[in-house]
T-cell receptor, first 112, second 115 residues
Framework: NAGVMQNPRHLVRRRGQEARLRCSPMKGHSHVYWYRQLPEEGLKFMVYLQKENIIDESGMPKERFSAEFPKEGPSILRIQQVVRGDSAAYFC??????????FGPGTRLTVL | GENVEQHPSTLSVQEGDSAVIKCTYSDSASNYFPWYKQELGKGPQLIIDIRSNVGEKKDQRIAVTLNKTAKHFSLHITETQPEDSAVYFCAASSINTGTASKLTFGTGTRLQVTL
Protein backbone atom coordinates (compact mmCIF):
# COMPACT_ATOMS: atom_id res chain seq x y z
CA ASN A 1 0.00 0.00 0.00
CA ALA A 2 2.91 2.33 0.56
CA GLY A 3 2.77 5.33 -1.74
CA VAL A 4 -0.72 4.94 -3.23
CA MET A 5 -2.90 7.68 -1.81
CA GLN A 6 -6.66 7.92 -1.93
CA ASN A 7 -8.89 10.63 -0.62
CA PRO A 8 -11.20 11.11 0.97
CA ARG A 9 -11.08 7.95 3.08
CA HIS A 10 -14.77 8.29 3.91
CA LEU A 11 -17.41 10.11 1.89
CA VAL A 12 -21.07 10.56 2.72
CA ARG A 13 -23.47 11.77 0.07
CA ARG A 14 -27.22 12.10 -0.21
CA ARG A 15 -29.05 10.55 -3.13
CA GLY A 16 -28.70 12.70 -6.23
CA GLN A 17 -25.42 14.34 -5.22
CA GLU A 18 -22.06 13.87 -6.90
CA ALA A 19 -19.14 11.92 -5.50
CA ARG A 20 -15.52 12.55 -6.51
CA LEU A 21 -12.88 10.04 -5.48
CA ARG A 22 -9.19 10.75 -5.96
CA CYS A 23 -6.20 8.48 -6.42
CA SER A 24 -2.55 9.51 -6.52
CA PRO A 25 -0.37 6.69 -7.87
CA MET A 26 2.79 5.42 -6.31
CA LYS A 27 5.86 7.22 -7.63
CA GLY A 28 6.84 5.88 -11.02
CA HIS A 29 3.46 4.33 -11.74
CA SER A 30 1.55 5.51 -14.78
CA HIS A 31 -1.25 2.91 -14.75
CA VAL A 32 -4.34 3.34 -12.60
CA TYR A 33 -7.11 0.79 -12.03
CA TRP A 34 -10.33 1.45 -10.17
CA TYR A 35 -12.19 -1.35 -8.39
CA ARG A 36 -15.37 -1.50 -6.34
CA GLN A 37 -15.84 -3.76 -3.33
CA LEU A 38 -19.14 -4.57 -1.70
CA PRO A 39 -19.18 -5.99 1.86
CA GLU A 40 -18.03 -9.61 2.04
CA GLU A 41 -17.13 -9.65 -1.66
CA GLY A 42 -14.03 -9.45 -3.80
CA LEU A 43 -12.93 -6.43 -5.77
CA LYS A 44 -14.68 -5.87 -9.10
CA PHE A 45 -12.82 -4.10 -11.89
CA MET A 46 -14.28 -0.85 -13.16
CA VAL A 47 -11.79 1.05 -15.32
CA TYR A 48 -8.13 1.13 -16.31
CA LEU A 49 -6.38 4.36 -17.26
CA GLN A 50 -2.99 5.58 -18.29
CA LYS A 51 -2.05 9.23 -18.38
CA GLU A 52 -4.81 11.07 -20.28
CA ASN A 53 -6.18 7.82 -21.75
CA ILE A 54 -8.88 5.34 -20.83
CA ILE A 55 -7.57 1.89 -21.76
CA ASP A 56 -10.39 -0.35 -20.56
CA GLU A 57 -13.71 0.77 -19.12
CA SER A 58 -15.53 -2.52 -19.56
CA GLY A 59 -16.44 -2.74 -15.87
CA MET A 60 -17.79 0.75 -15.42
CA PRO A 61 -21.51 1.50 -15.72
CA LYS A 62 -22.29 3.47 -18.87
CA GLU A 63 -24.31 6.09 -17.06
CA ARG A 64 -23.40 8.35 -14.14
CA PHE A 65 -19.83 7.03 -13.82
CA SER A 66 -16.74 8.58 -15.40
CA ALA A 67 -13.01 8.47 -14.79
CA GLU A 68 -10.04 10.52 -15.79
CA PHE A 69 -6.30 10.58 -15.26
CA PRO A 70 -5.03 13.98 -16.38
CA LYS A 71 -1.48 14.79 -17.32
CA GLU A 72 -1.07 16.59 -14.02
CA GLY A 73 -2.76 15.60 -10.78
CA PRO A 74 -4.55 12.54 -9.43
CA SER A 75 -6.90 10.17 -11.15
CA ILE A 76 -10.54 10.94 -10.39
CA LEU A 77 -13.52 8.61 -10.33
CA ARG A 78 -16.70 10.63 -10.58
CA ILE A 79 -20.17 9.35 -9.76
CA GLN A 80 -23.04 11.63 -10.64
CA GLN A 81 -26.52 11.50 -9.09
CA VAL A 82 -25.51 8.84 -6.59
CA VAL A 83 -27.98 6.16 -5.53
CA ARG A 84 -27.93 3.90 -2.47
CA GLY A 85 -26.58 1.03 -4.58
CA ASP A 86 -23.40 3.02 -5.15
CA SER A 87 -22.48 2.60 -1.48
CA ALA A 88 -19.27 0.56 -1.46
CA ALA A 89 -15.54 0.77 -0.94
CA TYR A 90 -13.68 2.02 -3.99
CA PHE A 91 -10.04 1.10 -4.38
CA CYS A 92 -7.45 2.19 -6.85
CA UNK A 93 -4.53 0.03 -7.80
CA UNK A 94 -1.49 1.45 -9.54
CA UNK A 95 1.36 -0.12 -11.45
CA UNK A 96 3.84 0.15 -14.24
CA UNK A 97 3.81 -1.80 -17.47
CA UNK A 98 3.01 -5.50 -16.91
CA UNK A 99 4.02 -5.36 -13.28
CA UNK A 100 2.23 -5.74 -9.98
CA UNK A 101 -0.68 -3.62 -8.81
CA UNK A 102 -0.45 -1.92 -5.45
CA PHE A 103 -3.57 -0.65 -3.79
CA GLY A 104 -4.48 2.42 -1.84
CA PRO A 105 -6.45 2.43 1.43
CA GLY A 106 -9.75 2.96 -0.38
CA THR A 107 -12.62 5.41 -0.19
CA ARG A 108 -15.73 4.23 1.61
CA LEU A 109 -18.75 5.84 0.02
CA THR A 110 -22.02 5.93 1.91
CA VAL A 111 -25.13 7.17 0.15
CA LEU A 112 -27.94 8.22 2.45
CA GLY B 1 -14.05 -13.11 -19.63
CA GLU B 2 -12.03 -14.52 -16.79
CA ASN B 3 -13.76 -16.13 -13.81
CA VAL B 4 -11.90 -16.94 -10.59
CA GLU B 5 -13.33 -19.20 -7.91
CA GLN B 6 -11.85 -19.37 -4.42
CA HIS B 7 -12.27 -21.88 -1.59
CA PRO B 8 -12.86 -22.08 1.27
CA SER B 9 -14.74 -18.91 2.13
CA THR B 10 -13.73 -19.21 5.78
CA LEU B 11 -10.85 -21.06 7.38
CA SER B 12 -9.99 -21.42 11.04
CA VAL B 13 -6.65 -22.87 12.11
CA GLN B 14 -4.73 -23.06 15.34
CA GLU B 15 -1.60 -21.05 15.74
CA GLY B 16 1.35 -22.94 14.30
CA ASP B 17 -0.73 -25.00 11.90
CA SER B 18 -0.70 -24.58 8.11
CA ALA B 19 -3.41 -22.94 6.02
CA VAL B 20 -4.16 -23.66 2.38
CA ILE B 21 -6.40 -21.59 0.11
CA LYS B 22 -7.26 -22.74 -3.40
CA CYS B 23 -8.34 -20.91 -6.54
CA THR B 24 -9.31 -21.94 -10.03
CA TYR B 25 -9.43 -19.77 -13.13
CA SER B 26 -11.14 -20.17 -16.47
CA ASP B 27 -9.13 -18.18 -19.04
CA SER B 28 -6.12 -20.09 -20.36
CA ALA B 29 -4.60 -16.73 -21.43
CA SER B 30 -4.15 -15.70 -17.78
CA ASN B 31 -0.49 -15.74 -16.86
CA TYR B 32 -0.14 -13.69 -13.70
CA PHE B 33 -1.58 -14.74 -10.33
CA PRO B 34 -1.15 -12.47 -7.30
CA TRP B 35 -2.40 -13.00 -3.76
CA TYR B 36 -3.57 -10.16 -1.55
CA LYS B 37 -4.14 -9.87 2.17
CA GLN B 38 -6.80 -7.43 3.32
CA GLU B 39 -7.19 -6.39 6.93
CA LEU B 40 -10.33 -4.74 8.21
CA GLY B 41 -10.74 -1.22 6.92
CA LYS B 42 -7.62 -1.34 4.76
CA GLY B 43 -6.72 -1.82 1.13
CA PRO B 44 -5.47 -5.13 -0.28
CA GLN B 45 -1.78 -5.77 0.31
CA LEU B 46 0.18 -7.79 -2.23
CA ILE B 47 1.85 -10.66 -0.39
CA ILE B 48 3.10 -12.93 -3.16
CA ASP B 49 2.57 -13.53 -6.87
CA ILE B 50 3.44 -16.12 -9.47
CA ARG B 51 3.75 -16.04 -13.22
CA SER B 52 2.82 -18.87 -15.54
CA ASN B 53 6.39 -19.78 -16.38
CA VAL B 54 6.94 -20.90 -12.78
CA GLY B 55 5.27 -23.76 -10.90
CA GLU B 56 6.06 -22.73 -7.35
CA LYS B 57 7.32 -19.70 -5.46
CA LYS B 58 8.17 -19.31 -1.80
CA ASP B 59 8.77 -16.34 0.46
CA GLN B 60 9.48 -17.28 4.08
CA ARG B 61 6.25 -18.78 5.50
CA ILE B 62 4.23 -18.17 2.35
CA ALA B 63 4.29 -20.25 -0.81
CA VAL B 64 2.18 -20.35 -3.95
CA THR B 65 1.82 -23.21 -6.41
CA LEU B 66 0.42 -23.11 -9.93
CA ASN B 67 -0.95 -25.92 -12.07
CA LYS B 68 -1.53 -24.48 -15.55
CA THR B 69 -2.98 -27.68 -16.94
CA ALA B 70 -5.67 -27.85 -14.29
CA LYS B 71 -5.97 -24.05 -14.15
CA HIS B 72 -5.63 -23.83 -10.41
CA PHE B 73 -3.28 -22.18 -7.96
CA SER B 74 -2.95 -22.31 -4.19
CA LEU B 75 -1.62 -20.26 -1.31
CA HIS B 76 0.13 -22.06 1.52
CA ILE B 77 0.88 -20.39 4.84
CA THR B 78 2.98 -22.38 7.29
CA GLU B 79 3.46 -21.82 11.02
CA THR B 80 0.48 -19.50 11.14
CA GLN B 81 0.44 -16.63 13.61
CA PRO B 82 -2.45 -14.53 14.96
CA GLU B 83 -1.34 -11.61 12.75
CA ASP B 84 -2.03 -13.77 9.70
CA SER B 85 -5.74 -13.41 10.47
CA ALA B 86 -7.28 -11.44 7.59
CA VAL B 87 -9.18 -11.90 4.34
CA TYR B 88 -7.08 -13.32 1.52
CA PHE B 89 -7.89 -12.81 -2.15
CA CYS B 90 -6.49 -14.57 -5.17
CA ALA B 91 -6.55 -12.87 -8.56
CA ALA B 92 -5.70 -13.58 -12.18
CA SER B 93 -4.60 -11.41 -15.05
CA SER B 94 -3.12 -11.57 -18.51
CA ILE B 95 0.07 -9.57 -18.73
CA ASN B 96 2.22 -9.20 -21.80
CA THR B 97 5.41 -7.28 -22.39
CA GLY B 98 4.65 -3.59 -22.52
CA THR B 99 1.00 -3.96 -21.62
CA ALA B 100 -0.93 -4.46 -18.44
CA SER B 101 -4.37 -5.71 -17.59
CA LYS B 102 -7.09 -5.70 -15.02
CA LEU B 103 -7.18 -8.20 -12.18
CA THR B 104 -10.08 -10.60 -11.74
CA PHE B 105 -10.46 -11.40 -8.06
CA GLY B 106 -11.75 -14.41 -6.21
CA THR B 107 -14.42 -13.99 -3.57
CA GLY B 108 -12.01 -14.11 -0.66
CA THR B 109 -11.13 -16.40 2.25
CA ARG B 110 -11.48 -15.20 5.81
CA LEU B 111 -8.63 -16.78 7.75
CA GLN B 112 -8.85 -16.91 11.52
CA VAL B 113 -5.79 -18.04 13.45
CA THR B 114 -6.70 -19.02 17.00
CA LEU B 115 -4.37 -19.28 19.98
Amino acid sequence: NAGVMQNPRHLVRRRGQEARLRCSPMKGHSHVYWYRQLPEEGLKFMVYLQKENIIDESGMPKERFSAEFPKEGPSILRIQQVVRGDSAAYFCGTGSSYNEQFFGPGTRLTVL
Amino acid sequence: GENVEQHPSTLSVQEGDSAVIKCTYSDSASNYFPWYKQELGKGPQLIIDIRSNVGEKKDQRIAVTLNKTAKHFSLHITETQPEDSAVYFCAASSINTGTASKLTFGTGTRLQVTL
